[in-house]
Structures are given as C-alpha cells and as structure tokens.
C-alpha cells in the first residue's frame, strides 16, 4: 500500500508540455490569474506635509480639513467616481457566487501575517513578498495565492497623532498603505510578480468596523454624514447621567450591564446583543462605549454611545443609516484594493455582523444571522464580482448563517465548520464528531467546494461550536451511541479541547478568552502527542508532530474547496512562551502567543524579531527553500500532497459522502467528478497515532470499480460486491484512491 509521505516525487511530477494531465482531460484549464488593474491614484498617501496649525479641536478649520484628508469615505468618493460610465462595469457576471470559479482561480493559498514575516535587514513586508524567488518556491510547492493580511493604514488617532493598531491592523482606518508594511508600488509589483508565477494576490477589507482614525474622529464632532458611518447615537445632555465618567486620559469607556439596560430603557440603544464577544469582566462587559463630551465645529457638545461587536477601539459600521456612508467607504475601500492595487480577491472580516435590530420580546437584539448581513453581503461580493475578483469570508456562525450569506454574497466562505472537529479528531483519536460536521453540513447545503479548508491562520483555534451551542442548542444529535442536545454536544468537545490541549497538559497554549485556544498547529499536535516540553523535543518526535501535521494537510487539500496554510505551518512555528511577551497579553489577547515571527527562505538567520518587533520562536522543519532540499521535508512531502491535489483535480469534485468507519480513528470522504459520470475520489485517513485496519463502505461505491493508489499510480483493487473495500493504514497517514466505473 503507498502512503502520501512515502510516495516518490518523480511519481508526482509535472508532466512535460504537450502530455495532457488528468485536469486537462477532463476540466477546463485553471483561469489566467487576475492582473493588476491600472492605477486610479496615482497620488497615493496623504503627505506628511500637511499643513498641521492649532489645536486638534472642532473649532480649527485646519483640523478638520486634515482630518477629511485622512478619510477613508472621503477616498471612496474619488475612487467610485472612476469606475462611473464605464462599459468594462458591465463585462463581468456578477449576480450569483461562482465557488468554483474562484477555486479554479487560485485553489491553494498562502495565508500571511504581516507583523510576523522576517524580512530581509530594510526590506518592507511587500518587497519580500514581490521576491521572484518566493513565488518561484511558491510555485513548486503548489501555492497559487498569497492572502496578504492587513496592510492597510489601522489603529486611531488621538488629535493630531495616530495611536497604534488594537486588534493586529484590522481596525483599518485608511485606503493607504501602512508605511510599515511597504508602499502602493511594493504592492503593485507584488500583483505583477504573482501574476508571472501563475498567482494572485488577496487583500483584506472590514465591512463590520473601522479603527478610531479620521472618520470616527470627524464623527464624533458631527460633522456632515460621518456620523452615519457608525451605530453611534448622541445622547441628549440631560440623560448623560446614564453615562459613565471617563477616566482621565481615555477618550471612551465601555459600559457595564446596568449603564446599558439604563440607555435601552431610555429608548436610546437597543441594549443587549446575543453574546458578547471577547467578554473580559472589568474590560469589555457589553457591547457599547461612551465617548467623553466632543464639540464640533458647529459649536455643539455631544457624548455619544456607539457599537462595537469586538473591541472598544473598533466601533461598527452603519448598514443602513439614511446617509448610506458606511456602505459608500466600505465599496470604496473594496474598489480601491481591486482596481487600483491589483488584488484579484479580498477576504471579507467581520461580515457577520452588519445588521442589528430590536426585538419585541424579551430578550437580547437581533444581530447575528440578520437579512441585513446577507443584503450587505451580496452587494459587496456583487461588486467585487462586477469588477473581476472574488470574495470570501470568515463567518463564525450556524451553518445556515454560512450557507445563507453566501448565497449571493461572498463566493468562498472559511470553514469554522470543521476546524475544530479535526483538532478534535486528532486530540481524541476519534472522527465521530468530525464526521457529524462533515454530514451536517452536507445535509444543510453547504458545498465544500465553497469553502477554505484552513491550517492556521491568525486567530485562535475556535471552539465556540456556534451552530450547536446556539441556533441548534436544544436539538438532539447522536453521539457515542447517546442523544444529547447541541447545547451538551459543544460543551463536551469543548471540555474535551481544553483539558487535551491546554493547561497541564500543554502549558504553552492558552485559552483565549470564551472563544478558543490560542495555539500554533505544531502545538496543536504536540499537545495531542502528549509532548509537554517543547524544549525537549527528539528527532523522532518531531518526525511524529510531522506526519500528524501532513495528516491534518491530507484532510484539509484532499477535499472539495480551497486549501489554505500559513507561513506558520510551512516552517513548523511552536508558540511564544508568554513570559516574553506579557505587554502584549495583559488584555487577555493570548493569540499573541501563537503568532511568532519566521523567515520563509532565510534571509536574515540572526534576527531574533520580525521588523514589527515580535520575537522569533523555536521552527521544527525550517526555511521552505532548505527543506525543499530534503527529500524527506514537512515541505517536500506536503509539495506531493499538493501536486496529486492539482493533478486530479480534486478541488473541484463534489462531496457525496462521509460514510461509517470501520474504525474510530478512521475517516471516509467521497467524492465525484460531476463531469465524468461514476468517476470518483476517495480520501481515507487515519487519525490515530496506530496502525488501523477495516473494510471502507459506500453505498456510491460500485461493486467492480478499479481503485488506483493516486500516489503511485498503481492498482490498488477493486470495490468488491458489498459496494467496499479494505484498507490497512500506518499511524497518522492516508490514502488517495480515484475509483472508475468498471464499464
């Protein structure tokens, strides 16, 4: 039998030109990538020059012209106004999501982090990703697309100086490039080195929130429709004892409980929402924030009480105000990334919560799952499409909220779904609920070709389980042989995460707050190994954590849907032990931890930090340029899982079925060619750390069909009368079978 890491790569092999490959046969060729737009504004960032004269207050003209200057809705009106009349507006069909077509686009992708890339001694963050020898390593590896992270302009100001990103740049506050990452024409050359390699490039924007930059600054002082950008409301002066006194030196305090059932019952906020996320006692209790007085150039002094679902710094964009402003800088933003940087897609953050509401009952407000979410959706991801790129999201809610929001919105959507159930396969051994999500999302009508099947991004490990600790918590679900509710079901993998993966058992992840563990996929194995001393690691334990760390790839790449990964993963990050970086944890953002900082190719092996100052941790595989040296790499091998991907086209297949195991470690997914009547693929794996025998059965599996090992090429049998098959499996390994029709 032949193992994905035993395969030999002349096996997998890119074939000569002119010898059509499987993909050629039977599927149109991969879509040209997206190349860089002409530019719209050739001015680029604001300059330092500016006239800055007086006090940062309302009353100076000076002030609030800069601020306009800074202003992300101001930009969108010039940027909009470009692509007006325009026949090209109407080339592109932009109606319906297109998975498919955005999978063919780019199916694997890169997933960087800025703050955490070592650069090359005074090189930006987007100089190191224009290197041609990146991409050229990219493309051997099988990588087609880089999502950048945020690079924009992020954090606050305060008067006339900007104050730093809160929440790692997604607090956005300017179309421009930050000065810390690169430059525009960095970002060009990126796009156009990307294209030479048969890539593209994926930017950010934020639908659900800005930073407190010059729009919520020009907000707070009333100036014109800014304040209709936000869920912001200014509380008449005589009910400002309802609010709460700001501390000197802060410009806002977020309310408690009893401030905003005081304001709900005034009729001034809806009040309670349905959770409250990154909850922190003392810290953030509720969704809302007071500002201290403002007074803008119209003489008046307001307090206002705004929205934020994340963090305080962070207030929320208004879907549906009269003014329409929030919608005009997010499209503009959206603009600004497709058509004059030249991305070809943009990941949508935080676009799950765009449309709040009161409800009549008792009970908190309506603001997750709102039709307001879905119309906003499906106006950016209109757009987008309109334009020629491609959308997708990372929406951490029920599977319906997923499939509705992407029913005419974003065209891929992150899989929250089954994320933390592999971790769950793989820290119990056992696939049962990893094959409940795969079933149950199959049931409810998410395709998984629509989604990106993700390693480790920037965020923690979720474990919020949200479609059964909510919308489905007093459902019953069959589990070990037991009916429990959803609400018993994602307490208990929850406590099953936690007590594997944290705490004595692994003291270097850490829970993040009530959302998930903050940790690195490396340390998401060692945790499930039973490794507690990072420090102390063999070769032949790290040999283990990467054959489990493969396993977890065989899942994620040998599936229906994108494929995603980080520089994290490609280097083998383990955490950042949290005694050397407690400033940046004493909020209780423990995600830091799992956000080192690594050099991809080498060039700079004496740095100790990234450029932005965080540290380097231990790296068990090493740069991608040295392993793919190595016949026996974390890269060279995941390079052949990637190259046997490409070369069936599996990404583009359907899932039909995740059938019982014969083994509890053991995990079935079918798959079919819907081009090629009966042709099939079938991903077996086992998520032991043993060796595993049993009979695979699918009722789509037709007695006679040839089975050939995708690894070799070899014939590995046939599907006998019973509609299976048997297979024997090493510990933490899988198997690649294209099964055809007998006829």
Not at 379 to 401: A, H, P, W, Y
Not at 535 to 551: F, I, M, N, S
Not at 553 to 564: E, H, I, K, S
Not at 686 to 692: H, R, T
């Amino acid at each position: 039998m032949s193992e994905f890491e035993e395969a030999s790569p002349e096996a997998l092999e890119v074939e000569e030109p002119g010898e059509p490959d499987f993909a050629r046969i039977y599927f149109p060729a991969r879509p040209k990538a997206l190349r860089p737009r002409a530019r719209l504004r050739p001015q680029g960032a604001p300059s330092a020059a500016q006239v800055r004269s007086g006090e940062p207050v309302g009353s100076n003209p000076v002030y609030v012209d800069w601020l306009r200057g800074q202003s992300m809705l101001q930009d969108a009106k010039e940027i909009a106004g470009q692509f007006s009349g325009l026949g090209s507006m109407w080339q592109n069909p932009y109606a319906r999501p297109d998975p498919r077509a955005a999978v063919q686009a780019a199916s694997v992708w890169f997933t960087a982090y800025p703050i955490s890339m070592i650069t090359r001694p005074g090189e930006s963050f987007l100089a190191t990703l224009a290197d041609p020898a990146l991409w050229t390593a990219f493309q051997r590896i099988g990588i087609h697309a880089v999502h950048t992270g945020p690079v924009k302009r992020a954090g606050g100001l305060s008067g006339w100086h900007p104050t730093p990103s809160v929440d790692g740049h997604f607090d956005r506050v300017a179309t421009h490039i930050d000065e810390l990452f690169g430059t525009e024409d960095d970002y060009r050359e990126m796009c156009r080195v990307a294209a030479e390699h048969e890539g593209t490039v994926i930017d950010d924007i934020v639908p659900g929130h800005t930073g407190k930059g010059a729009d919520f600054r020009l907000a707070e002082l009333g100036v014109e429709d800014f304040p209709g950008i936000y869920h912001m409301v200014a509380v008449p002066p005589e009910d400002w004892h309802l609010l709460p006194e700001i501390p000197p030196g802060r410009d806002s305090v977020n309310l408690d409980e009893s401030d905003e059932l005081a304001l709900t019952d005034a009729g001034h906020i809806i009040g309670e929402l349905q959770r409250v996320i990154f909850h922190v006692p003392g810290l953030k209790e509720t969704n809302w924030s007071a500002t201290a007085p403002v007074t803008g150039p119209d003489g008046i002094t307001r307090r206002w009480v705004y929205l934020h679902y994340f963090k305080e710094g962070q207030p929320s964009i208004n879907w549906l105000d009269p003014t329409f402003a929030g919608m005009r800088l997010v499209i503009g933003d959206a603009l600004h990334s497709i058509g004059d940087l030249g991305s070809g897609g943009l990941r949508l953050d935080a676009n799950g919560f765009l449309g709040v509401e009161r409800t009549l009952d008792v009970g908190p407000a309506w603001s997750e799952g709102h039709p307001l979410s879905q119309a906003a959706n499906q106006l950016i991801g209109s757009m987008v499409r309109k334009v020629g790129g491609f959308t997708f999201q990372e929406l951490n809610l029920s599977i319906e909220d997923i499939r509705d929001t992407a029913t005419g919105g974003a065209d891929l959507s992150y899989d929250f779904i089954n994320r933390p159930a592999y971790h769950h396969a793989l820290a119990t051994g056992d696939t049962e609920f990893l094959r409940l999500t795969l079933r149950e999302a199959q049931q409810l009508g998410v395709d998984a070709a629509g989604l990106v099947h993700a390693l480790q991004n920037h965020d923690e490990m979720t474990y919020e389980l949200v479609h059964f600790a909510s919308r489905h918590r007093e459902d019953e679900f069959a589990f070990r042989g037991l009916e429990v509710t959803g609400e018993q079901l994602a307490e208990t993998v929850r406590e099953e995460l936690t007590e594997a993966l944290t705490g004595e058992a692994a003291p270097y992840n850490l829970v993040f707050t009530t959302n998930g563990i903050a940790s690195t996929t490396a340390s998401v194995i060692t945790a499930a190994l039973g490794y507690r001393d990072l420090d102390a690691l063999t070769d032949e334990q790290v040999e283990r954590v990467t054959r489990a760390h493969l396993l977890l790839a065989m899942f994620n790449a040998l599936q229906p849907g994108v494929f995603a990964l980080s520089g994290w993963d490609l280097v083998g990050a383990l955490p950042i032990p949290a005694q050397e970086i407690e400033p940046l944890l004493h909020e209780g953002d423990t995600r830091w931890i799992h956000r080192p900082a690594y050099d991809l190719l080498g060039v700079d092996p004496a740095a100790e930090r990234s450029a932005s100052g965080l540290p380097r941790s231990r790296m068990l595989y090493g740069s991608v340029d040295d392993q793919l040296a190595q016949p026996d790499s974390f890269v060279t091998r995941l390079r052949e899982i990637l190259h046997l991907r490409g070369y069936f086209a599996i990404a583009t297949t359907r899932q039909v079925d995740v059938p019982d195991v014969a083994h509890e470690a053991m995990l079935v997914m079918v798959h079919e060619y819907e081009q090629v009547p009966g042709q099939l693929q079938v991903t077996v794996l086992n998520f032991s750390v043993e060796p595993i025998a049993g009979t695979v059965i699918s009722d789509h599996l037709e007695p006679g069909s040839r089975l050939t090992d995708m690894g070799d090429g070899t014939v590995f049998g046939e599907v006998d009368q019973l509609h299976g098959f048997h297979v024997e499996m090493e510990g933490h390994s899988g198997l690649a079978l294209l099964v055809t029709p007998a006829t």
